[in-house]
């Protein structure tokens, strides 16, 4: 038997019933060829899906999972930035107790503007100068 008389038998078989001598010679066929009984085994398969009656579903509260996943997604990034600081912030607290240290170390003053930085007035309003831009612009011309 070729391969195109043993295809015509299979699919005659899937739509209508065979003769018990058909029969017979499509069980012989596919034993000795382990290769079509495993293709066609496949395509019994995909053909079994085709033809269901009942659609197909991703199971029961599928939706409300996947909206609950989605909502929850921002809460577990927030504990993950969390634990991610958690490990730093001691080391975070030394550096800035260090900071403070050598701020009061070099202060002439130490009082606590001062030694926070508060008072940062570097000049006077006498020792502003007020430049005119465009008497200038037209000096250089």
């Known amino acids: 038997m070729n391969l195109a008389e043993f295809e015509d038998l299979y699919i005659r078989s899937l739509d209508a019933p065979l ?27 995909v053909r079994n899906l085709l033809y269901r009656k009942e659609p197909a579903t991703f199971g029961p509260y599928f939706a409300a999972k996947v909206i609950h996943k989605i909502q929850q997604a921002g809460s577990v990034i927030d504990q993950q930035i969390f634990t991610f600081f958690k490990k730093f912030q001691l080391a975070a607290i030394g550096i800035i107790m260090a900071l403070i240290v ?9 009082t606590i503007p001062s030694i926070l930085g508060l008072d940062t007035a570097v000049t006077t309003d006498e020792e502003i100068v007020s430049i005119n831009f465009l008497e200038t612009l037209t000096d250089n011309l």
């Open 102 to 110: 050598v701020n009061i170390i070099f202060t002439d003053e130490p």
């Open 19 to 45: 003769h018990a001598k058909e029969k017979e010679l499509l069980e012989n066929e596919l034993k000795h060829n382990s290769d079509l009984a495993e293709a066609l085994t496949h395509h019994n398969a």
